[in-house]
């Protein structure tokens, strides 16, 4: 992995050295991950000046799971607790010959970029801007290996408490099962908080799990995700409980379906991310149900659940190969329930099969 993250370093030098930044001060820990690898909390990363350091408050542990620092990053620990690593970054800089200093002004606060500026008063501070999440956007194969990894094991715990007895049992247990299987099968832990919503609890969008037991006719919707080596993948799917399902549920259900499938069916490189939001909108949108639709349908994953691209009306920019992003188109009726379909795919071109499907739960409505 040393060459790969040395690769990312140096992509990112010439973008600094492209806008007259000789040196780069990258503080946002998932940007410091995919630039050098696992990093202790609050560490960053200093670029250029003829070595690339880790500053860090305390040694890495190298737990397993976690990871060490990129073996070519020098890593410098804080003499003592309670110092600034960017600071301290910042204070290096100015022993070297440069004049600009490019940092994540989008990630630091106000108070540390005044206690940066207060070490380096000479340095003129250059805006990052988004430099390293653009360089995220496009995964290499072994990002998408976690990513297919983190998929399986999501399918494979959602897929066995299917198999158990679900009527009595609560949102919060459920939910909080769910994120014990997702571990016994070897992720790092969950992508991000389980939702678990039933009856007219899964009308309400972004449902927090809670004591209401799962009864005899209600929709279930789940919503979950794995972390495997960092990176993070997301399902989502709907069921009913215990009976056939009522009319209006499979009206509703075989509607976000087909606005899955065709936002799924719009991924494509090339594709505006504007024009796979609108595939998927204008299914849900023409069936009456404008009002209630969320404000995206889908958005890139990785080191973070939620990155870009973003697949939204006003959203700028086209998809390329290689780029992981969800499909999550729902409809959410308060008071009486709602159905969520969410998958994770690759953007593959046609020619290699199209768009890579990582999470294979089924998507029939069952009725369990």
């Not at 305390?58 to 690593?85: F, K, M, N, T, Y």
């Not at 049992?169 to 678990?196: I, K, N, Q």
């Amino acid at each position: 992995m040393s060459e790969v993250y040395e690769a990312r370093r140096a992509r990112l030098r010439e973008r600094c050295h492209s806008s007259g930044s000789a040196t780069a001060l990258v503080t946002r820990p998932a940007n410091i991950r995919y630039l050098a690898g696992a990093a202790p909390a609050g560490a960053v990363l200093l670029l250029g000046g003829g070595e690339d350091v880790l500053v860090c408050g305390a040694p890495p542990r190298g737990e397993i799971g976690e990871g060490r620092p990129d073996e070519a990053v020098r890593v410098q620990v804080l003499p003592s607790p309670g110092g600034d690593p960017a600071v301290a970054a910042a204070d290096l800089v100015t022993a070297l010959d440069v004049e600009s200093l490019a940092v994540e002004e989008h990630h630091l606060t106000v108070a540390r970029h005044r206690a940066i500026r207060s070490v380096a008063p000479r340095l003129r501070l250059a805006d990052l801007g988004g430099a390293v999440e653009q360089l995220r956007v496009i995964k290499d194969e072994e990002e998408v290996s976690c990513l297919r990894i983190g998929a399986e094991i999501a399918d494979q715990a959602l897929g066995e408490l299917l198999e158990s007895i679900l009527v009595g049992r609560t949102e919060r247990h459920l939910a909080l099962e769910l994120e014990r299987r997702l571990v016994d099968h070897g992720a790092d832990g969950p992508a991000f908080r389980t939702s678990v919503a039933t009856g007219p609890n899964s009308g309400r969008p972004g449902h927090v799990p809670t004591d209401r037991r799962v009864e005899e006719g209600d929709f279930l919707s789940v919503c979950l995700g794995a972390t495997y080596r960092g990176y993070r993948c997301e399902i989502g799917r709907t069921f009913v409980i215990g009976t056939s399902p009522a009319d209006w549920q499979i009206e509703l259900y075989d509607l976000v379906f087909a606005a899955q499938r065709a936002g799924r069916e719009a991924l494509a490189p090339g594709a505006a991310y504007r024009a796979v939001d609108r595939a998927a909108r204008q299914v849900l949108d023409s069936a009456g149900h404008g009002e209630r639709l969320p404000p995206l349908m889908g958005h890139g994953v990785g080191l973070e659940i939620d990155e870009d691209p973003q697949l939204a009306p006003a959203a700028m920019g086209k998809l390329d190969a290689c780029v992981p992003v969800t499909v999550e188109p729902g409809v959410h009726l308060p008071g009486r329930g709602g159905v969520r379909i969410d998958d994770t795919l690759v953007v593959r071109p046609e020619a290699d099969g199209g768009p890579e499907l990582l999470t294979i739960t089924t998507k029939e409505l069952l009725a369990l």
